[in-house]
């Protein structure tokens, strides 16, 4: 059930092109932010209002993005339960 609620998200957002890869789950709890006031915080662990301004800005293009957007979607919807037993 939660890998649909993740990729009816993946499909109704800007990667509808890319099919749900579940690895970018583990990719989200592991990887820091290489970058900017969070930096060095887990993907995962940033704060839904950072998010929210990538979600106005835009992600970035790349696998950071995909991984920022993906959270967001995740915090969004009130899932991020379905972190907690990989973490």
Request: charge should be positive.
């Amino acid at each position: 059930l939660a890998q649909n609620c993740l990729e009816d998200m993946w499909w109704k957002g800007n990667c509808f092109n890319m099919s749900f890869n579940p690895q970018i789950l583990l990719d989200i709890i592991k990887t820091p932010m290489p970058y900017g006031k969070y930096k060095d915080r887990k993907i995962c662990d940033l704060p839904i209002h950072y998010l929210e301004w990538f979600a106005r800005q835009g992600f970035p293009k790349n696998k950071l993005g995909v991984m920022l957007e993906t959270i967001y979607e995740i915090k969004l919807n009130g899932l991020e339960d379905l972190l907690k037993p990989l973490k």
